[in-house]
């Protein structure tokens, strides 16, 4: 089982970029998390959904910037980025675990994708 994340790419600071997380149909009933890894740090979590979308974390780096949303038709999970900074540049991922709180702990999570690179220019 397996999740792919795309919309990636290069933009200015100040920017916006959509990421989206295709879930497998198997994973309905899972919150997903996305995660990001800069070059030389450790992934952090920066936003999980539960699977009925009603619970929403962020992680204090994207607070006020990012919006994570759930389509009720497919069951992807979608990012929305705004006002994009250097420090954002990372590879995004996303993955599934039973449950979202606010830990976001990476080793909780199952199910991973391959990621998506972000990259900020100033």
């Known amino acids: 089982v397996q999740l792919q994340a795309s919309g990636g790419g290069l933009v200015q600071t100040g920017g916006s970029l959509r990421l989206s997380c295709a879930v497998p149909s198997s994973l309905d009933y899972y919150a997903i998390g996305w995660f990001r890894q800069a070059p030389g740090k450790e992934r952090e979590g920066i936003s999980c959904?539960?699977?009925?979308?009603?619970?929403?974390y962020y992680a204090d780096p994207v607070k006020g910037r990012v919006t994570i949303s759930r389509d009720g038709a497919d069951g992807s999970v979608h990012l929305q980025m705004n006002d994009l900074k250097p420090e954002d540049t990372a590879v995004y991922s996303c993955?599934?675990?039973?449950?979202?709180?606010?830990?976001?702990?990476?080793?909780?999570?199952?199910?991973w994708g391959q990621g998506t690179l972000v990259t900020v220019s100033s």
């Open positions: 993955a599934a675990d039973l449950f979202c709180n606010a830990r976001m702990v990476v080793s909780e999570y199952d199910y």
């Open positions: 959904i539960s699977s009925s979308g009603g619970t929403k």
